[in-house]
């Protein structure tokens, strides 16, 4: 007989893990891989026979009643029964073989996140709301409740993996004979075999469909925010658990507002007389109409604020602003009465042959400032 205890290097008594821990270690310093020592292959079978029996209890207890399944094979390789996982365990741990999948797989799973977009008027965005949306999604099929059977009947077990939703196949290699498991292709990894798929859902326990939903859009939202549902996404297969739900927002173009951060900017057209003597203006924001006060000698570019009555913070309380950027309108048509009239304007004015003045840069040129105003329309 083999002594296993002495290739392992553990005493009879010991447990389970003592022969689990002692194999990995050998395994480690032994494997053909690591060890390319003339001897290195034999004694790496060797220790790969002893944690084949010892680890087995079945094995290990008729060994030590006297029978061991190798007498007599002396470097036969693995033997009938060795996993190749143990081997991935000696070397990556636990969880290597872990990885592989043992034993059949639920046919429940949990379904996939989805993407949806959802476009809004700036003015949801400056005061949230509720909004519908229409979506196409799986969900559970009502016809089998997710069992994916007819109803009145059932599932078999599979005639492939008898159950255990694996196949495994022994394969010759240089290390002798090598037992590796893969998914059963026959019944998905599931063990069970539906003989009478749901005709409303072909076995999936799941189907499409639209419907319609209706949800918060919180005050502040922009353009690329997105807004998480937790379990509103598609149903798993087997009516398994929904995924989520992300709504990507896109605010539209208004056609008076452009969007900077969380204020709202807007030009504002005036008449040459109103922008000399000042005005009092009605001026439409999203709150309602807003007496817009024009100081005399207004000029273009120069901006007026309206305070908190811009969009409101997304994360913290309070508004932006509205920043209102005037610009002066010179006429183009005058009659003859209103030529005269500006005729004698500039001659009281001494401006009749004017000779113009380079703006300061320090203070910002007129086409500085309308660049500044206009750069976002």
Not at 274 to 290: I, K, M, N, R
Not at 315 to 323: E, H, K, N
Request: glycine share 12%; aromatic share 6%.
């Amino acid at each position: 007989m083999n002594d296993y205890y002495a290739d392992l290097g553990v005493a009879r008594e010991a447990s389970a893990d003592e022969i689990k821990k002692a194999y990995r270690k050998a395994a480690r310093r032994l494997h053909p891989d690591v060890n390319s020592g003339p001897e290195a292959e034999e004694q790496f079978k060797k220790v790969s026979q002893a944690y084949d029996v010892l680890s087995d209890e079945e094995k290990r207890r008729s060994y030590d009643m006297g029978a061991d399944p190798y007498a007599g094979a002396a470097g036969a390789g693995f033997g009938q029964g060795f996993s190749f996982s143990d081997v991935m365990d000696a070397f990556f741990g636990q969880a290597a073989g872990q990885a592989q999948g043992r034993g059949p797989r639920s046919r429940q799973s949990r379904g996939q996140d989805a993407l949806v977009r959802l476009d809004i008027d700036l003015a949801d965005a400056v005061f949230g709301g509720e909004q519908e949306l229409t979506i196409d999604t799986a969900v559970g099929c009502g016809t089998c409740h997710g069992a994916g059977t007819q109803p009145g009947t059932g599932t078999r077990t599979c005639d492939v993996c008898r159950g255990q939703g694996q196949v495994q196949q022994v394969q010759r290699s240089f290390l002798g004979q090598v037992m590796t498991s893969r998914p059963c292709v026959n019944c998905q990894a599931t063990g069970q075999v539906i003989e009478a798929p749901c005709y409303e859902c072909s076995g999936d326990g799941r189907v499409r469909t639209r419907r319609t939903m209706t949800i918060r859009v919180p005050a502040g939202v922009d353009t690329g925010t997105r807004i998480q549902l937790a379990g509103e996404g598609e149903v798993g297969p087997g009516a398994g658990p929904a995924g989520d739900l992300y709504v990507e927002v896109v605010v539209r173009r208004d056609p008076r507002f452009q969007r900077q951060g969380d204020d709202l900017h807007a030009t504002l057209e005036l008449p040459m007389t109103a922008a000399a003597l000042g005005a009092t203006v009605p001026f439409e924001t999203f709150d309602g109409v807003s007496e817009l006060e024009v100081r005399r000698g207004i000029q273009s570019g120069e901006q007026i604020l309206l305070r908190g009555l811009g969009v409101t913070h997304l994360r913290g309380s309070g508004r932006g602003d509205i920043v209102i950027h005037a610009m002066v309108s010179t006429p183009t048509k005058l009659s003859s009465e209103q030529e005269d009239l500006l005729r004698t304007l500039a001659r009281m004015r001494d401006e009749e042959e004017p000779t113009g003045r380079l703006a300061n840069p320090a203070e910002g040129s007129l086409f500085g400032k309308l660049r500044d105003a206009f750069k976002a329309r």
